[in-house]
T-cell receptor, first 114, second 114 residues
Framework: KAGVTQTPRYLIKTRGQQVTLSCSPI?????VSWYQQTPGQGLQFLFE???????NKGNFPGRFSGRQFSNSRSEMNVSTLELGDSALYLC?????????????FGPGTRLTVT | AQSVTQLGSHVSVSEGALVLLRCNYS??????LFWYVQYPNQGLQLLLK??????LVKGINGFEAEFKKSETSFHLTKPSAHMSDAAEYFC????????????FGTGTRLQVTL
């Protein structure tokens, strides 16, 4: 079974631009979560989608948004990029058929904002 | 609010020596606790999880962790370190009922020397 895939793996953008990152969960997984990883702030939860609905949201500004499609694939968008948005963005999926399920992480998209 | 604290951002051990990575949690309800490992330029991989079924949890690659409520700890151990264990390790906690919104510790980088 294929793992979580994220595209692109690397991205360079300029301040003020917007960016869209994509995540394909493991087949059959309905929950997709996004995390931002930076050296200064560590791993921080962005949001989670389940069955096309945002179920949880972290403490990030409205410039960060996401969505989930009917096939469970998810995208996150960051508008008006700032230098501080440079980070590794990780996507994770889970089956959600048990009370506490495991999250499986993708390799991440490394975003550099110049 | 729940959180985890990882003591020691860097730990160095000799190959064959005991690995001990410390994690203390703060939670107002019985927590679900996880240990993840991250190798360079990769996503996170689940090592083990505590879901209240047993206080001693065995994971992959010879790692295990013991949940100690009296000490609010969930330390990760491995009897004998291997060079391939060199990576960054993250302790994480989730609120009761879902593993989809993880709060991570700041991570501990494990170095294994000959």
């Amino acid at each position: 079974k294929a793992g979580v895939t994220q595209t692109p793996r690397y991205l360079i953008k300029t301040r003020g631009q917007q960016v869209t990152l994509s995540c394909s969960p493991i087949s059959g997984h309905r929950s997709v979560s996004w995390y931002q990883q930076t050296p200064g702030q560590g791993l921080q939860f962005l949001f989670e989608y389940f069955s096309e609905t945002q179920r949880n949201k972290g403490n990030f500004p409205g410039r960060f948004s996401g969505r989930q499609f009917s096939n469970s694939r998810s995208e996150m968008n960051v508008s008006t990029l700032e230098l501080g948005d440079s980070a590794l963005y990780l996507c994770a999926s889970s089956l959600e058929d048990r009370v506490v399920d495991e999250q499986y992480f993708g390799p991440g998209t490394r975003l550099t904002v110049t | 609010a729940q959180s985890v604290t990882q003591l020691g951002s860097h730990v160095s051990v000799s190959e064959g020596a005991l690995v001990l990575l410390r994690c203390n949690y703060s939670s107002s309800v019985p927590p679900y606790l996880f240990w993840y490992v991250q190798y360079p330029n990769q996503g996170l991989q689940l090592l083990l999880k505590y879901t209240s079924a047993a206080t001693l949890v065995k994971g992959i690659n010879g790692f295990e962790a013991e949940f100690k409520k009296s000490e609010t700890s969930f330390h990760l151990t491995k009897p004998s370190a291997h060079m391939s264990d060199a990576a960054e390790y993250f302790c994480a906690v989730s609120r009761t009922g879902t593993a989809s919104k993880l709060t991570f510790g700041t991570g501990t980088r494990l170095q294994v020397t000959l």
